[in-house]
DNA sequence: AATGAATGAGACTTCATTCAT
DNA sequence: AATGAATGAAGTCTCATTCAT
């Protein structure tokens, strides 16, 4: 793994902390106000260098935008295997992409608000077959398909559900983003609420 | 209706331009990087010429977002009647609110996007005490009462469950716009589904 | 007097307004950010309708500072029959100065710091042979010789003894200025104290 | 004494000559018309490189501000002991204080008739007590009480009077700036006829 | 690898002024 | 006599970026 020089480490050390730099300033002031100077005071260089690492500053903003994105993934798929139980899996997702996503709130309401080709490409999920093309909705038709063992759902009708529940999961999570003046005790409430009981519901039929 | 001088009627005129400048640069390039010179750039006028029909940039970005606010809860109070059956109320609201929002697509993600007081003031929803404030959750939650007439939930459930189906339908709403690619089959059959099925899934508990 | 028409009488009842709206302005945010537009918001005008009555911003200007002037010295002269006693008139002249200066500072600073010919034109006092050209000069001259009867000054000395105490007072005045934020006790007691006792002092000679 | 690098000597000629070109501009058009792209275009460089050197535009004003008050009360320090004759004293003193001042006109014009906080801070001489605080006045008090060793002046009338020659000398001064073209007989006559005797009466008292 | 100097564009805003009505 | 529309210049400041060192 550690087939890196010394300079490459050296290097990719300090494109991690441009981009954390990144990350800072635009939970503290917004994603919008990001710039290169000020990522330069804040990790005490100069602005040019940032040149040596990063092509320009959108190159900056890509990356944290995929590594927001990557993160989100990523902590999704590890929460699958805690437990067997399909509800409770379900649950375990819901919650754990709501509080992930709180983590980088500008990111997320960045990357899901754009409706560029080039944003949309990774992020899309509505799409026919979207199941088989995305981790998240084909975990969540997993979970749905385990809820209900013996019946048959038309395979249409799981994905919808599953796009669904996806979409609803991420209104909550950008309302939550969006209210950030929300009552701690409230915003627990609604977490609660929604990933213990709705999505459940969601995922049901009767 | 007209009592407005020519005078009047052109000043009017000019403010729609800059108005509909902006939002078209709002479109294009985002909100958050509509500039003055952009607009003026737009209506072919000097940028100065903008300060004499409002007195500053956050005037008209306050306008752009309040007239997109407006258009979405007035067509939205209109839809309220039709029926009586509660479970069939709920399908045509969410339909309603989803079509009519597809309608002004910027100025809805715009609207729900921005966190700043000035704007959650009149969007927010997930606070304790909506279904009172806020006529779109008090109109879900009725909907959700009336369909257990008997029983009795608790009150706080029933606000719960109806800010997550606003939100959740919200959720759809922005994910339609943004995947602005989306087959028009498939967009009907989201539409249909959530609203359809979803949304009473949600509203029901065992 | 009144040979004026009605139409010159209310054009001049404008300048004045517009004078004073300028002067206005000139005490609660300075001198120097006197500008056309809040002149014309003051007076609840366009700024267009200004160019009526004045030429441009300059004469306005010019105008402001050459009343504030003005009434500094006809103030000055209207004091001066008070009393017979020269000493007595000396201190009263003194005072009031510097009590017409303080109600318009910001003029008497421009008028007083500006070197430009335009304005040292009527403004200095300290060449040979001012006792004959400026009133004020004179007057205290005047005191001076009062004070003394049977002695011969030298005329010239006389001549700069007045210049000096015009001088002083000046500077006593402008430095009232600008520590605006003086106690007024102590400002009443420097005022005081100068006038009544200093300005004598400087008159005398042993 | 030069141990600075080439790059810091550099930098340092840069911020020299930006002030020097704002000096230019003040003693030119006035102090209030001193502009970032005046100086710009003065030093032949962009506006923006001007924030390379100075945070602000305030920081160029103030230590414009600052040079100047420093030359003058460096000057007057040294000035100080030469004779035990304190009559004689505050005639070198008085006449030392116009003639350097008379060698930096604009920066004393500047420091003088500015009213802002920032200046009067440290410019301010008529509060009560500022025979304590500031170096000049007790100087001058100093002078006033070695002249009357016997008697025994009321303390606060010493300070007044202290107080007020200070005020006196720079009016004079301010005046002697203005009317730049006087001769140069009579502007010797005057600083000759106040330093020598206007201030020692007004030291003195009957 | 890193710096500091420099630019040019652009941000918002205020202003004096002109002109047609 | 008065207005409102419009301009163009100027104001301060921030930014992304380049380049010589």
Same mark, same amino acid.
């Given at each position: 793994?550690? =087939?890196?020089?010394?300079?490459?480490?050296?290097?990719?050390?300090?494109?991690?902390?441009?981009?954390?730099?990144?990350?800072?300033? %635009?939970? /503290?002031?917004? $994603?919008?106000?990001?710039?290169?100077?000020?990522?330069?005071?804040?990790?005490?260089?100069?602005? %040019?260098?940032? #040149? @040596? #690492?990063?092509?320009?500053?959108?190159?900056?903003?890509?990356?944290?935008?995929?590594?927001?994105?990557?993160?989100?993934?990523? %902590?999704?798929?590890?929460?699958?295997?805690?437990?067997?139980?399909?509800?409770?899996?379900?649950?375990?997702?819901?919650?754990? #992409?709501?509080?992930?996503?709180?983590?980088?709130?500008?990111?997320?309401?960045?990357?899901?608000?754009?409706? %560029?080709?080039?944003? =949309?490409? @990774?992020?899309?999920?509505? $799409?026919?077959?979207?199941?088989?093309?995305?981790?998240?909705? @084909?975990?969540?038709?997993?979970?749905?398909?385990?809820?209900?063992?013996?019946?048959?759902?038309?395979?249409?009708?799981?994905?919808?559900?599953? /796009?669904?529940?996806?979409?609803?999961?991420?209104?909550?999570?950008?309302?939550?983003?969006?209210?950030?003046?929300?009552?701690?005790?409230?915003?627990?409430?609604?977490?609660? #609420?929604?990933?213990?009981?709705?999505?459940?519901?969601?995922?049901? @039929?009767?």
């Amino acid at each position: 793994m550690s =087939t890196l020089t010394r300079r490459e480490r050296d290097a990719q050390k300090m494109k991690d902390d441009i981009l954390a730099a990144a990350r800072e300033i %635009s939970n /503290q002031e917004g $994603f919008g106000s990001i710039s290169i100077r000020k990522i330069a005071h804040k990790i005490e260089y100069t602005p %040019s260098i940032i #040149y @040596h #690492y990063f092509a320009n500053k959108e190159e900056i903003l890509e990356q944290l935008l995929q590594s927001g994105y990557l993160k989100l993934t990523t %902590s999704l798929a590890s929460s699958k295997m805690i437990t067997d139980d399909p509800e409770e899996r379900l649950r375990v997702m819901t919650r754990t #992409y709501i509080e992930e996503a709180l983590k980088i709130p500008e990111e997320f309401v960045i990357v899901h608000s754009d409706s %560029s080709p080039n944003v =949309t490409k @990774h992020t899309s999920f509505l $799409f026919k077959g979207a199941s088989e093309k995305r981790k998240a909705i @084909h975990m969540i038709k997993k979970c749905i398909m385990d809820m209900h063992p013996q019946e048959e759902w038309e395979e249409e009708m799981v994905e919808l559900t599953a /796009q669904s529940i996806a979409a609803a999961t991420m209104g909550v999570t950008l309302k939550l983003i969006a209210e950030s003046n929300l009552e701690e005790a409230q915003r627990k409430k609604i977490i609660d #609420y929604f990933s213990d009981e709705m999505v459940v519901r969601m995922a049901k @039929h009767e």
